[in-house]
């Protein structure tokens, strides 16, 4: 809204400094600062507001050191990141921007079937929760709605390069050429780091890459679900999902910040993407929402996120790695989530599989996801947080490299 407001002022009035909001760096700065300054100041008085209504974790008894202690902190600590991001979102960002606007679809979205599923777990008193077809009916819908708007909005386009370099001798235009729509996207080993979604229909015949959107759509859905699970499942100890997702959503915003600008798309030789230079706002402004709210979910924890929380935060950065043409990347640079899922999978795939064969499940793990085997083997959850963190740090390091790997 500011930004509308010091448009109008600076193309009407001149007003000296209007033009500072036009500039993408300001805006990124003034959302991150005043993210952080909303989840750190009224992130307390929200977390008393959830302890005088009784808002708090039910804990199962499974036998992890520590565990009984948290039991009764407040939950539902996730309005703190999703109010934190919105409101410099709405204040600095341009909100006719297609990708702003699909962002803050998904992220109202996800937090209302996190709300749900934690509504039930207090207020109804059962742990279970939503139950998990309609949990995954949501984000099968959101990634439908995700899917048919990138492919077939006018405005989700990308410029191609006709190989020609930017020098003094050739402009931007005559670099970049027209936009196009296309379902290509970044892939780190392949031939130009490329891969496009059509050519897996093209085999159909003249006219069959039209109908791209048949592979395009059900694999946005298929990420979007996989990663909120995943950043749900890994939000099980003091500050892993929101340090993790932090470290991610920051390596995202370097995509989005280069992807839009021409210059340095270029340089890298990535794919140019018109418009997606608004997203760095909503990312600058949802990384200070994800550590201001770190500040009180640092171990010992003073609030939970709750699924109102890590649900959202898997669905915004599934959406965000889509819209920026690295979503192929996902399972190297959310490789915190992937390890988590995988080891859940594995461990009930594995159970039934001996149970089924020998009559007694067996497990691999000491106890899934893998943050708790670290529990079980008397890891302090602090080292295991922190060590999960300089992974994930890793892991954003390798996914930027990648880009460079032909």
């Given amino acids: 809204m500011l930004y509308y407001l010091f448009e109008y002022l600076e193309q009407q009035y001149q007003l000296p400094g209007a033009s500072l909001f036009q500039f993408l760096t300001f805006r990124s ?9 909303i989840a750190m100041v009224y992130g307390k008085r929200i977390i008393l507001f959830l302890q ?18 948290k039991a009764g902190t407040p939950t539902m600590g996730g309005l703190i990141i999703i109010l934190s991001t919105l409101i410099p979102v709405l204040l600095f960002a341009d909100l006719k921007n297609i990708y ?21 777990k207090i207020f109804k008193k059962d742990k279970k929760g939503l139950k998990g077809r309609f949990k995954v009916m949501g984000q099968i819908v959101l990634g439908l709605i995700v899917g048919v ?17 930017i020098t003094e001798q050739f402009t931007v235009e ?39 959107w048949l592979i395009f759509i059900p694999v946005v859905i298929l990420i979007v679900t996989a990663v909120s699970n995943g950043a749900n499942l890994t939000d099980g100890i003091d500050g892993l999902a929101a340090g993790s997702s932090a470290i991610i959503v920051l390596t995202l915003g370097i995509f989005a910040w280069v992807s839009g600008n021409v210059q340095f798309s270029d340089y890298l030789d990535i794919f140019y993407i018109p418009r997606a230079g608004e997203l760095v706002v909503f990312i600058t402004a949802f990384v200070g929402a994800l550590v201001g709210f770190l500040w009180y979910n640092a171990f010992p924890a003073q609030v939970f996120m709750g699924d109102t929380g890590s649900l959202t935060i898997g669905g915004v950065i599934a959406v965000i790695a889509i819209i920026v043409r690295k979503e192929l990347l996902i399972p190297i640079l959310c490789g915190i989530f992937f390890a988590e899922s995988i080891s859940v999978m594995l461990q009930v795939g594995y159970f039934k599989h001996t149970k089924k064969k020998y009559g007694e499940g067996k497990r691999i793990f000491l106890m ?39």
């Fill in 29 to 37: 700065a003034m959302a991150v600062l005043l993210s952080l300054l």
């Fill in 52 to 69: 005088a209504k009784q808002i708090g974790e039910s804990i199962r008894d499974l036998g992890l050191d520590g565990q009984k202690q």
């Fill in 100 to 120: 702003v606007i699909l962002l803050i679809v998904t992220m109202l979205w996800m937090g209302v079937i996190g709300f749900i599923d934690d509504y039930i």
């Fill in 149 to 165: 708007v990138l492919y077939f909005h006018p405005e989700v386009t990308m410029k191609e390069k006709d190989g020609t370099r």
């Fill in 174 to 212: 005559q670099v970049v050429g027209k936009e196009k729509k296309s379902v290509r996207t970044n892939v780190p080993f392949f031939k130009d780091n490329e891969l496009d979604y059509a050519d897996f229909i093209a085999w159909a015949g003249e006219g069959a890459r039209e109908y791209a």
């Fill in 368 to 406: 899934a996801p893998l943050h708790h085997h670290y529990q079980k083997k008397m890891y302090h959850e602090s080292k295991i947080v922190t060590r999960f963190w300089i992974i994930g740090i890793l892991l954003a390091i390798i996914s930027i490299v990648t880009l460079k790997i032909r």
